[in-house]
Nanobody, 125 residues
């Protein structure tokens, strides 16, 4: 299983970015796919997740209403649309995949088996 994250960059506060995570290597229909982020000196934290087959989405409170996670089945790609970005959103963003997960644990990095390489998002004030 390979996950390839892309789409990071430098943006001003209030701007938008869309991250992509291209998945390959197997069928992901039973997976949950998540986005996490890690700022310098901080622990990796949950951002959003989606159940691939059902499309059910989950968000951290800090991004709810600003970020949208979605998936394109035909392209095997998961997206994270980030709007109204704030300087505190600055971090390396990682996509992750989990073949077996339950709602109570999908916010935990340890629940995910596969990780992309990360893409840096920098929001200037």
């Amino acid at each position: 299983v390979q996950l390839q994250a892309s789409g990071g960059g430098l943006v001003q506060a209030g701007g938008s970015l869309r991250l992509s995570c291209a998945a390959s290597g197997r069928t992901f229909s039973n997976y949950a796919m998540g986005w996490f982020r890690q700022a310098p000196g901080k622990e990796r934290e949950f951002v959003a997740a989606v159940r691939w087959s059902a499309g059910t989405t989950y968000y951290a409170d800090s991004v709810k209403g600003r970020f949208t996670i979605s998936r394109d089945n035909a392209k095997n790609t998961v997206y994270l649309q980030m709007n109204s970005l704030k300087p505190e959103d600055t971090a390396v963003y990682y996509c992750a995949g989990a073949p077996r997960i339950i709602a109570t644990t999908l916010r935990l990095p340890s629940s995910y088996d596969y990780w992309g390489q990360g893409t840096l998002v920098t929001v200037s004030s």
